[in-house]
């Protein structure tokens, strides 16, 4: 038996904490999701959710929202809704309607208002503050229009095995009046079944809204495949493919539970969300897209400081050697150095390819040479999920030089955690996440009139 929220973003935070205190006391997934995402969207300086949303071109906050129940696949939307102060409590009430589940405009206001639900006017003078500056902007330069759109998408399991999903947006800035994104969309924005899992998504609707990747990630995990492997093979392809035919997926990211609480994302994008867990406190995640883990950053740097201790032994700054190891640093990062396509080189004077190039850097240095091969083979087994393969590689290192033996002995320290993001194309989320937020506190959040100013600031910095 376990118990879960995961939220998009980090704004996701402001709701897990306290639906996970109503789940913890035994309450329902319905319950606690609805607890969980009604708290963003109360919060005026989250500027892509609920009250303080961003306007549309018209200068008009318009929402979209969904809720589904994993149990009983009843689920409700609202899309281009104005007015609604809880766009998320509409939609599951629309959730239990025996028809007309999704509502659009004035349709969507109108139930809300007949049902009793709180109507508020959602352009804060901020947003409207934020949406005047842009307005001017766009006029004087040409740029694109649209940014800010980042969907809180939440799931919920509770004790008794039930999961819930919902996504709440004021969608893309600046978009016109009556565009709707995925995020009332079932299959597309989120989609739940409690016998096997949940996912949903945010970032660009017109991208996300191509496939139905969060059904296809529920429909993986039930053949089996974890939450990341289920993402990995859901999405991953499927930006490939957009990519290939010149489509350029704009930002994409996904959060997926299974109903054993194994968990996983997916981004191409930096991407922060929120997980908690049973008794734990809720975290704070960053992932970074392209499986680039902070463990290769470690072995990069270690690669590089060897590098440089090799050029300085080299007298002649002109030689071959000294060219190939001092400007071409990138190369020797790449996970797989083309060994095909030659290029001429200045300097070297000579057309090579990437790999020639970098055994001419290494060759005269054993102990470099040692550090790429390790480098190399690290990343890899972390790019391919091979978790044996990188924990032998971890285990029978052979010292070959002092940076590099240090970063290896702190991969061994810390092992299973290594291991564990072998997993997943997560970052060291909850320290780097905290580490950033004290330096940005420290920078701004100083001499306060009172701790709540404080507070209000913080989340001005980091909604
Ligand atoms: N993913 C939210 C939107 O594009 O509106």
Not at 4 to 26: K, Y
Request: net charge neutral; aromatic share 8%; proline share 4%.
């Amino acid at each position: 038996m376990t118990i879960a929220m995961i939220g998009t973003w980090r704004m996701a935070e402001t709701g897990i904490t306290p639906a996970m205190a109503e789940l913890r006391a035994g309450g329902s997934a319905r319950d606690a999701l609805v607890t969980a995402i009604k708290a963003v969207e109360d919060y005026p300086y989250y500027q892509s959710v609920g009250y303080g949303g961003l306007p549309n071109a018209a200068g008009v906050v318009e929402t979209d929202a969904a809720y589904m129940d994993g149990d009983t696949f009843r689920l409700g939307a609202i899309a281009g809704a104005r007015d609604i102060a809880n766009p998320i409590a509409v939609a599951q009430a629309l959730s239990q309607e025996p028809a007309n589940n999704l509502l659009v405009g004035t349709g969507a206001t109108e139930y809300a208002s007949t049902r009793g639900f709180e109507l508020k006017n959602m352009l804060t003078e901020r947003a409207g503050q934020k949406w005047e500056q842009k307005r001017q902007e766009l006029a004087s330069k040409n740029l694109n229009p649209y940014d800010g759109h980042d969907t809180v998408g939440m799931v919920a399991l509770d004790a008794q095995s039930r999961m819930t999903v919902g996504t709440s947006t004021s969608g893309l800035f600046m978009k016109r009046t009556g565009r709707v994104g995925d995020s009332p969309l079932p299959g597309a924005g989120y989609y739940v079944d409690s016998t096997i899992g949940v996912a949903t998504a945010t970032g660009m609707g017109e991208d996300l809204m191509k496939a139905s990747l969060s059904y296809e990630t529920v429909r993986l995990m039930g053949t089996g495949l974890s939450a990341s492997e289920a993402l990995r093979q859901a999405v991953y392809p499927f930006i490939d493919r957009l990519t290939k035919i010149g489509q350029h997926p704009r930002e994409f990211s996904y959060v997926a539970l299974r109903q054993d609480g194994d968990w996983g994302i997916a981004t191409n994008v930096e991407f922060t969300f929120a997980v908690a867990q049973d008794d734990g406190a809720t975290q704070i995640y960053i992932a970074q897209p392209n499986g680039d883990q902070p463990d290769i950053q470690l072995l990069g740097r270690a690669m590089d400081q060897m590098r440089v201790q090799a050029l300085r032994q080299i007298k002649d700054k002109h030689s071959q050697v000294y060219k190939a190891l001092k400007p071409n640093w990138k190369i020797y990062h790449k996970a797989d150095p083309d060994a095909k396509t030659k290029h001429y080189r200045f300097g070297i004077n000579e057309s090579l390819t990437d790999q020639e190039l970098i055994d001419i850097g290494i060759t005269p240095f054993p102990n470099l040479h040692n550090a790429y091969e390790t480098y190399i083979d690290i990343h890899d087994a972390l790019l391919n999920s091979q978790t044996e393969r990188l924990s032998n590689l971890i285990k029978t290192y052979r010292s070959c030089g002092e940076p590099m033996d240090i970063a290896i002995a702190t991969l061994r320290k810390n092992l299973k955690g290594v291991l564990n993001a072998s997993q997943t194309r997560l970052s060291n989320g909850p320290l780097e996440g905290i580490n950033r937020k004290i330096k940005a506190l420290k920078r701004s959040c100083y001499g306060f009139a009172n701790q709540e100013r404080m507070f209000e600031r913080i989340y001005q910095l980091i909604a």
